[in-house]
């Protein structure tokens, strides 16, 4: 799967994303700008979820509610719909628990998520708290039967 992200209306500006794929497992990013820099992101996967990714600067680790499957509305989802590419690239097992962010020099940050769930099971609110700060963000989700 590729993704192009254009910058400007000329298209003289731009980055693209190629994934690969094990069979449903994203295993390696390239990301590629218009002036030819290039990045790679390595994905690891243990029992059919995200556990870590990692470039050349910064790492991700990944820890799951293992007691609670995947569901559409997903902290994962959420934030590489927001913050990433705006395409699902990566789908776990599990709902997202934490997920720790390093990158030396910088520092290292650690988001938390908790989830409320309806009657039926579905999730309805996700917040997201961060260590050493009161923080929290809510994301609150509508259903709408089709």
Known sequence: MSVLHEANLSGTLWFKLDYEYNGSEATKETWTNSSNVQNITNFT???GNLV???TSYDSYEYEYYTDKLHQQADAYTLEMMVADVGVEIVKNK???KRIKYNRPGVGTYTYSYEYQFDKEGKVLTIIKSYADSDQKNQFDFQY???
Do not use: A, G, H, P
């Open 144 to 146: 709408q039967c089709q």
């Open 94 to 96: 599990n709902l997202m």
């Open 45 to 47: 996967w243990s029992n």
């Open 52 to 54: 870590s990714k990692t």
